[in-house]
T-cell receptor, first 115, second 112 residues
Framework: KAGVTQTPRYLIKTRGQQVTLSCSPI?????VSWYQQTPGQGLQFLFE???????NKGNFPGRFSGRQFSNSRSEMNVSTLELGDSALYLC??????????????FGPGTRLTVT | DQQVKQNSPSLSVQEGRISILNCDYT??????FLWYKKYPAEGPTFLIS???IKDKNEDGRFTVFLNKSAKHLSLHIVPSQPGDSAVYFC???????????WGAGTKLIIKP
């Protein structure tokens, strides 16, 4: 069974631009969560989608948005990029809810650098 | 305000010995805890979990202990192997919220 895939793996953008990241979950998984990882901060939860509905949202500004398609693939968008948005963005999928299932399965992440 | 804290950024252990990674939490509503392991350039992988109705869960070389009164959990790895060198994250959730709250991670280095 193929794992979680994320595209692109690396991205360099300039301040003010916008970016779209993509995530394809494991086949059959309906929950997709997005996280931002920065050094010393662990994983900061962005949002979770389940069956095309945003089920939960972390404490990030409205510049961060996402969506999920009927095939469970998900995208996240960051508009008006800031230097502080430079991070590893991780996508995770699970069969049910992100916090209750026997763990989430993570993709390798997209490394975003904002200059 | 960090609800899940891993106070040791790094830990170095001799191969064959026990590795003990610690995690503290502040939210008494947390009732489910997980440990993940992360290698460089890869996403975290699930290791082991524990529900608050238990105080111990074991899976091979990995054991997680939960002390609810102290709001503390620990991951024991026995014996430690070179392949265990990675960053370990603990995460927690409560029954009313699907969101996982993560610690900052502890980098474990196993010395040969």
């Amino acid at each position: 069974k193929a794992g979680v895939t994320q595209t692109p793996r690396y991205l360099i953008k300039t301040r003010g631009q916008q970016v779209t990241l993509s995530c394809s979950p494991i086949s059959g998984h309906r929950s997709v969560s997005w996280y931002q990882q920065t050094p010393g901060q662990g994983l900061q939860f962005l949002f979770e989608y389940f069956s095309e509905t945003q089920r939960n949202k972390g404490n990030f500004p409205g510049r961060f948005s996402g969506r999920q398609f009927s095939n469970s693939r998900s995208e996240m968008n960051v508009s008006t990029l800031e230097l502080g948005d430079s991070a590893l963005y991780l996508c995770a999928s699970s069969l049910q809810s992100s916090g209750r299932a026997g763990g989430q399965y993570f993709g390798p992440g997209t490394r975003l650098t904002v200059t | 305000d960090q609800q899940v804290k891993q106070n040791s950024p790094s830990l170095s252990v001799q191969e064959g010995r026990i590795s003990i990674l610690n995690c503290d939490y502040t939210n008494s509503m947390f009732d489910y805890f997980l440990w993940y392991k992360k290698y460089p350039a890869e996403g975290p992988t699930f290791l082991i979990s524990i529900s608050s109705i238990k105080d111990k869960n074991e899976d091979g070389r990995f054991t997680v202990f939960l002390n609810k009164s102290a709001k503390h959990l620990s991951l024991h790895i026995v014996p430690s192997q070179p392949g265990d060198s990675a960053v370990y994250f603990c995460a927690a959730s409560d029954g009313s919220n699907y969101q996982l709250i993560w610690g900052a991670g502890t980098k474990l280095i196993i010395k040969p």
